[in-house]
């Protein structure tokens, strides 16, 4: 006789999942014995912890756009699960979490790893629901699925495993109370009030120095963000999770945004009169034009979030892609091509600055952002490029230009630690005939990288392969982006007691698990060091050597900020080089500056 759990993974594999991220524990007993009889469809792939699995499922739904699926045992496992889940709650992915349980006799015993589940994933869940017949199991999946899909958030189920080890119910009793669900669904045209629409269109040709912020909402309207960019001579900026929907070759898109941004984000924004803002939801009002200086128009499909970053004039819910179709005849070509005149001198002169930048060496040490400087014209066609929470986040954002056809994403809300390197694997396992590329801080490959390095060990013959598959890590030894927002932010100068973290041999721990490790620490040999890994064909940990002195400058410093870190610097214990190189690096900003001037 089928067993609900058996019935479950069958229903997961009509909803089209073919792999879930998880570890075992006795509370999913029977969902193990499942997928061993499954033979693959769908498939369990085992991390090294739970919270990796959850990251996995959310990477699977950003970069294939199928919901992600992941797996715990009760209690701690449950627990274990909730970053990972909190990064797809804040970034919008459909991510479905099926979690075990005691048995329904236990509850409410205090019984051993007996948590309230319905009560701890209640908030990050847009669904969530115990299974305690198994004429339910049928509903309860396909709702959890069709929600997750339509929320773009988490749906959680939670199983019993006295009820995983029941006899199905494929087609419940038909008595009352008995519902009879199906799987499928389909997306809807969202699309904005004609009125609206009007509005908005009155309100750009009416602007003459028209800014455009894009976001992930806007990925699937690559062609409709050009053509409306062109007619209005605008520049597009692009938020972190909005890094793939322009290719950073287009002359009128000026980059990243706010603090990791460009300069030429930036003088952009503080110089526009309009601001388009489309499916994104940056949140730092420093970053963007002040009250009152300009009108704004916003796509966003989540009425929730519309007008609530900048004040708005016009506010179009709707789909990204279908709105712009619909506002583009609307629209009139502005002949007067002066401002984006401007904003194209402002992007070659922000990459010029980018490569001074990443030219200058200091006393024999790697410049972190050369790591990222070398591999830009090196990146392979159609690669998939992932980043964790760290300093290291600064120069992927701003060094690494991405062409048509690449991927590239990061935990963009939550900007959790410990996300790339699970990100990196998730992207692999789903294309695992495209180059996926990751970039680490030391801090966060010690969080939980290098024990994700044994899943990729595990899956080896599975993750290799002639398209590369490279962990970047940045050996500094130091937490180095809270480094510099302590020094920034709170006025304090670098706390070793919190900062510091050990040396260890990344590339050697590599070796040791039969992986390809690559340590660079002259800065000559950069580029060497991306040529070897980049052939590899087996995975590769390499490890830059960088100097942890380097500020993240951000595009504009602010009063209050540049104050602070003056302070800092009288007591820091690495005054004296960050004064030199900060110096340097701005002073090549202010020649560049000049030159721009003159030219």
Not at 7 to 32: A, C
Not at 225 to 251: H, T
Request: aromatic share 8%; glycine share 10%; proline share 6%.
């Amino acid at each position: 006789m089928t067993q609900v759990a058996d019935f479950v993974l069958q229903r997961l594999t009509e909803w089209g999942v073919k792999r879930v991220y998880g570890y075992p524990g006795d509370g999913i007993n029977g969902l193990l014995g499942a997928f061993d009889r499954a033979q693959g469809e769908p498939e369990f792939i085992q991390t090294r912890h739970e919270e990796m699995a959850a990251f996995m499922a959310c990477a699977h739904a950003k970069f294939t756009g199928e919901v992600g699926c992941c797996t715990a045992t009760s209690g701690p496992g449950a627990v274990h699960l909730l970053n990972g889940l909190y990064d797809a709650k804040l970034d919008h992915q459909p991510v479905v979490a099926l979690v075990g349980q005691q048995k329904r006799l236990s509850l409410g015993a205090h019984y051993q790893q007996e948590v309230d589940l319905e009560l701890l994933f209640a908030d990050v869940s847009e669904f969530c629901q115990m299974v305690v017949h198994p004429g339910q199991a049928r509903h309860v999946i396909d709702r959890a699925f069709k929600t997750a899909l339509t929320t773009r958030g988490v749906a959680t189920v939670i199983i019993p495993n006295d009820v995983q080890e029941d006899d199905a119910q494929p087609s419940p009793p038909k008595t009352h109370g008995s519902v009879f669900s199906s799987v499928g669904w389909s997306q809807p045209r969202v699309l904005p009030d004609p009125d609206e629409l009007r509005k908005a269109a009155a309100v750009l040709n009416e602007g003459s120095k028209v800014a455009m912020l894009v976001g992930q909402g806007a990925a699937k309207a690559e062609e409709e963000v050009v053509e409306v960019a062109e007619l209005l001579g605008a520049g597009v900026a692009k938020a972190l999770l909005g890094r793939e929907v322009l290719p950073d070759d287009l002359p009128f898109v000026t980059g990243p945004i706010g603090l990791l941004g460009s300069k030429a984000s930036d003088n952009m924004i503080q110089n526009c009169d309009t601001l388009l803002m489309v499916g994104t939801s940056f949140p730092y009002a420093e970053w963007l034009p002040d009250e009152g200086q300009a009108k704004g128009v916003e796509i966003d499909i989540d009425g929730r979030m519309i007008g609530i970053r900048y004040p708005m004039d016009a506010h179009l819910v709707g789909d990204a892609k279908e709105t712009l179709r619909a506002l583009i005849p609307l629209l009139h070509r502005k002949e007067d091509r002066t401002w984006r005149e401007q904003i194209e001198k402002d992007v070659r002169e922000w990459y010029d600055l980018c490569e001074r930048w990443a030219g200058q060496h200091f006393e024999n040490t790697i410049n972190p952002q050369a790591v990222a400087a070398e591999l830009s014209p090196r990146l392979p066609d159609g690669c998939i490029l992932t980043a964790d929470s760290g300093s290291g986040t600064n120069w992927w954002a701003r060094h690494l230009k991405l062409r048509k056809g690449m991927q590239a994403s990061l935990s963009g809300t939550l900007a959790t630690m410990g996300s790339g390197t699970p990100y990196a694997i998730a992207a692999r396992f789903a294309y695992p005939d495209r180059p996926v590329i990751a970039f680490v801080g030391d801090g966060a490959f010690q969080m939980n990288g290098m024990a994700e390095m044994i899943t990729v060990k595990r899956y080896l013959d599975r993750l290799s392969g002639p398209a590369p598959f490279i962990f970047c890590v940045f050996n500094n030894q130091d937490l180095n982006q809270v480094t510099w927002e302590q020094r920034a932010m709170a006025g304090d100068p670098k706390f070793p007691g919190s900062q510091y973290v050990p040396d260890v041999p990344y590339a050697q721990y590599a070796e040791m698990l039969g992986l390809k490790g690559i340590f660079c620490e002259k800065p000559k040999k950069v580029g060497k060091a991306w040529d070897e890994a980049l052939a590899s064909d087996v995975p590769v940990v390499l490890e830059f050597k960088v100097d942890q002195e380097i500020a993240p400058i951000p595009p504009h410093i602010m009063l209050a900020q540049g104050k602070k870190a003056a302070k800092a610097a009288v007591r820091d214990p690495e005054r004296a080089g960050i004064a030199a190189k900060g110096m340097r690096q701005k002073l090549t900003e202010v020649t560049e500056h000049l030159q721009g001037r003159h030219s």
